[in-house]
T-cell receptor
Framework: AQSVTQLGSHVSVSEGALVLLRCNYS??????LFWYVQYPNQGLQLLLK??????LVKGINGFEAEFKKSETSFHLTKPSAHMSDAAEYFC??????????????FGKGTHLIIQP | EAGVAQSPRYKIIEKRQSVAFWCNPI?????LYWYQQILGQGPKLLIQ????????DSQLPKDRFSAERLKGVDSTLKIQPAKLEDSAVYLC???????????????FGEGSRLTVL
């Protein structure tokens, strides 16, 4: 069974500082990995995804993530935080095994706080 | 392109009452999902449809929850009778590709927030 662990339910950084949100996964087969962002009272929006191509994935709004198989990690980073980045971030994993079901399994989320 | 539409956005009911949520996916999307998001937690998959067939409903509490996707387009999620622990946001999502070849990119609606008193 697949699972996702997000380290830190809340992360606070200063505007302009590096953003690092941690995600570790567990999967019995090579996974697909995703980061979604959720702004207050809105649905989830895809930031980026890893689907077994390049291990360094670039997404929207300046975010990127690196897939590290040896560490079973898929941490999300952004070099310089902006006030508009304040939101809830979810890491998710999907297993596609032949014709099997492929619903995403989400982590519990990390609330990113940007200090002015 | 229109996004995933959900209604109602907010609903308050008393325990043991019933409630229904409606979802209209993006046009042409074969796969539709219902997720439950309890406050402070990540979304949990309740049910996944491929066209009008159920692919996965292993986490759907079938004694009180039901869902259908008639004609492979719109979907309705029903809770009857509701319990206090059903208070959550119910998210509908859709994806373009079908069962087994989905790379997982889901498009989410804004959700329906249920409060059970």
């Amino acid at each position: 069974a697949q699972s996702v662990t997000q380290l830190g339910s809340h992360v606070s950084v200063s505007e302009g500082a590096l953003v690092l949100l941690r995600c570790n996964y567990s999967s019995s087969v090579p996974p697909y990995l995703f980061w979604y962002v959720q702004y207050p009272n809105q649905g989830l929006q895809l930031l980026l995804k890893y689907t077994s191509a390049a291990t360094l994935v670039k997404g929207i709004n300046g975010f990127e993530a690196e897939f590290k198989k040896s560490e079973t990690s898929f941490h999300l980073t952004k070099p310089s935080a902006h006030m508009s980045d304040a939101a809830e971030y979810f890491c998710a994993v999907s297993e596609v095994i032949g014709g099997g079901a492929d619903g995403l399994t989400f982590g519990k989320g990390t609330h990113l706080i940007i200090q002015p | 392109e229109a996004g995933v539409a959900q209604s109602p956005r907010y609903k308050i009911i008393e325990k043991r009452q019933s409630v229904a949520f409606w979802c209209n996916p993006i046009s042409g999307h074969a796969t539709l999902y219902w997720y439950q998001q309890i406050l402070g937690q990540g979304p949990k998959l309740l049910i996944q449809f491929q066209n009008n067939g159920v692919v996965d409903d292993s986490q759907l509490p079938k004694d009180r929850f039901s869902a259908e996707r008639l004609k492979g387009v719109d979907s309705t999620l029903k809770i009857q009778p509701a319990k206090l622990e059903d208070s959550a946001v119910y998210l509908c999502a859709s994806s373009l590709l079908g069962w087994g070849i989905n790379t997982g990119e889901l498009f989410f609606g804004e959700g329906s927030r249920l409060t059970v008193l």
